[in-house]
């Protein structure tokens, strides 16, 4: 044997001597620590499954309980919906309440349906997206008798959404010369269809709409969901078609440095201009 593997052995021995002497002192800890990573990966991986299982179990009753509501059975509908209400998966508890306070609109409870959106719209554990959803609700806060809502399904089936927003949208449909103006509006002919007349309807779709053009037309782009409730809320905080709300957030929106840096760096105008 010659002198270097004479050394290589010795050196192979000390290693091994130094790593008994390591497990003999850290091994348990080592087994506990391996131990405890795989009874939490176990752990996490049955706490996964059980959430799904709760989600699963969740979309089935939801779907169940909005079939019962379609079908008549609007007691049933709203048992199971108040349960997931309460103690459903944080999903399912949103679209339980949605779905709730959709049925009292429906029904021609209004307050009850606003306040419900109310509440949705300032619930903390709710998604963004649905808070705003449920702030545009409130705002609304207009529903269809249930001959309204089955002549515009009538007309969507024979002339689909355009056919439905007319009928919405005349100001003069339940008669001649509504409208001031020379010449004077139309009348709708005869046998065109069933009239549905629903002002607070078309006064929040206006709202809506002009929140919209004004993102549309000089920002160049769709309103951000906070933006766009903050603006609808100013607008519907005054009667329909105020001109000097509307005055002011042109105004807001043309002084803004967004729109004015579209057609330069600077932006020195600001909203102090706008006059109240």
């Known amino acids: 044997m010659s002198d270097r593997d004479f050394f290589r052995e010795v050196d192979e021995a000390v290693r091994q001597d130094r790593y008994k002497e ?93 306040a419900d959106y109310d509440a949705l719209a300032t619930d903390s554990g709710a998604d963004n997206i649905l808070k705003g959803l449920a702030t545009i609700q409130a705002a609304d806060g207009t529903t269809f008798s249930g001959a309204d809502r089955t002549a515009l399904i009538t007309h969507y089936n024979n002339g689909g959404r355009g056919l439905v927003m007319f009928h919405l949208a005349n100001d003069y449909w339940n008669g001649c010369n509504r409208l001031p103006g020379n010449p004077p509006a139309p009348c709708v002919p005869a046998g065109f269809g069933a009239a549905v007349d629903n002002r607070a309807f078309i006064d929040a779709e206006y709202n809506r709409s002009f929140v919209y053009s004004q993102y549309s037309g000089y920002l160049r782009r769709d309103g951000d969901i906070d933006g766009f409730i903050f603006w609808l809320n100013q607008v519907s905080a005054a009667p329909p078609r105020n001109v000097a709300k509307q005055h002011g957030m042109v105004c807001a929106f043309i002084t803004s440095a967004e729109y004015q840096q579209r057609f330069g760096v600077n932006a020195p105008r600001t909203n102090a201009e706008c006059t109240p």
């Open 22 to 114: 390591l497990w003999d002192k850290y091994g348990v800890y080592a087994l506990i620590v391996a131990g405890a990573i795989v009874a939490a990966v176990a752990g996490f991986k049955a706490w996964t499954y059980w959430q799904e299982r709760k989600a699963q179990e969740a979309g089935t009753e939801f779907s169940q309980a909005v079939t019962q509501l379609e079908g008549g059975e609007a007691a049933k509908a709203r048992d199971a919906l108040n349960a997931l209400a309460e103690k459903g998966p944080a999903g399912y508890s949103v679209l339980a309440r949605f779905q709730l306070a959709a049925a009292e609109a429906q029904a021609g409870n209004t307050d009850k349906a606003v």
